[in-house]
């Protein structure tokens, strides 16, 4: 019989206890012995729930309690769950984890530390949430370099833009739902402005490049500014707006490209027809070519699935898994965003079509029905993303205003 303790009994830690208990049979079947919920720490009281005795508010309970030998951490957060997560490790306790936000900052630290004490540091259910990613690309994945990565990789923002693309619904309408139905972090700005995504692009891309890419480095912009006029010139163009997250390597060089913005994905693309909470992400190995994993990306029993998947096979005992680790890096090994090349999609009023060739070469207008009469739209060929900008403020202090940009994504 396995024990484990369940830190946090939030909307993914009551699906792990959910998904334990109804599919008992089966996950005994795999795990090869009984998986118990010993403990669950939790701040509030569930005096409700027909497991309400295994509740405590203290975490000693569970850490001294040697029965116990894996420990989930669903509580979201650095603090406390970094240092709860580090004195389990220290204790031998294998850790199962969701927290994307603490394995993002402190990933390398912790792997580190499973390794020290023998036991894992597992974190399927941090990307994707139900999607199996990150055992597929340490393990199937294996053979190969990875030389990109790139994904529709938060289930709120994807759910948010198909309601208002779809729909017409209001972007706090839409975001209301996507919190009552279990997807929304705690604040949802880290969704809304990209923070969310950012985490688990630096996640796969540590994997991928076997360095610790810090969240700090990567440029990030969120879907906040995104409007129905640039969702129709998009479809005019061919295409849909999503936020993505992308990491690749760049050819020559020792650094990587990595950031997360909304991109305009052409219709024929693999992740355009990715809608609602759905998660999709494209990895390309030198020998496989494209490889593309879908799925559920948020919510309660999706994410619990890839939660008790990591209980399962720890309680296979395998031992320390040795491939899925990255080293520690202090120093930003991330392209300044400058200096990368990239196409764009502008729209902006008060410029005429002379004076936007002027500024940025041949470009590819764009049309809309009800479109100003001063509004024009338009893509800009790949360039240095630094070029882009001088031009844009050229313009701009031209008197011409400047309302969107958005990157044009190659995948
Ligand atoms: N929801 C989703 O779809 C997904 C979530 N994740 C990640 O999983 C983690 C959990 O998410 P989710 O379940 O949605 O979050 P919730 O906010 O629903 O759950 C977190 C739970 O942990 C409890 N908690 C927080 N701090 C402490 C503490 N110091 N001691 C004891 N209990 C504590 C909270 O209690 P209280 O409410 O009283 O503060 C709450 O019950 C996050 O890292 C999230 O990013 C990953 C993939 C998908
Ligand atoms: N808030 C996240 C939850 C899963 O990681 C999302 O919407 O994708």
Redesign the pocket.
Known sequence: MAKIAVLGHGVVGSGVCEVIEENKESITRRAGQPIEVKRILDLRDFDDLPYRDKFTKNIDDILNDDEISIVVEVMGGVSPAFEFTSRALQKGKSVVT?N?ELVASKGAQLLALAKENNCNYFFEA????GIPIIRPMHLCLAANEIDEIVGI?????N?ILTKMIRENMEFDTALKL?QDLG???RNPA??VEGH??CR?ICILASLAFGRHVYPQYVQTEGISNITLEDVAYAENWGGVIKLVGEAKRLPGKDTIKCLVSPALIHKESQLANIDD?F?GVLVRGNATGDVVFYGK??GKLP?ASAVVADVIHEAKSFGTSTSLTWADSSENFVEPVEALCEAFYVRLFGASRAQIEEAFGAVQFLSRAGAEADESAFVIKPQPVQKTLDALKTLEDAGVRVCTKIRVADC
Do not use: H, I, R, W
């Open positions: 969701s994307k941090s990307v994707g949430g990789l938060n289930g709120t923002t759910f996507a997807y929304a972090e880290a969704d969310d995504a688990k909470v998660n990306g948020a994410t």
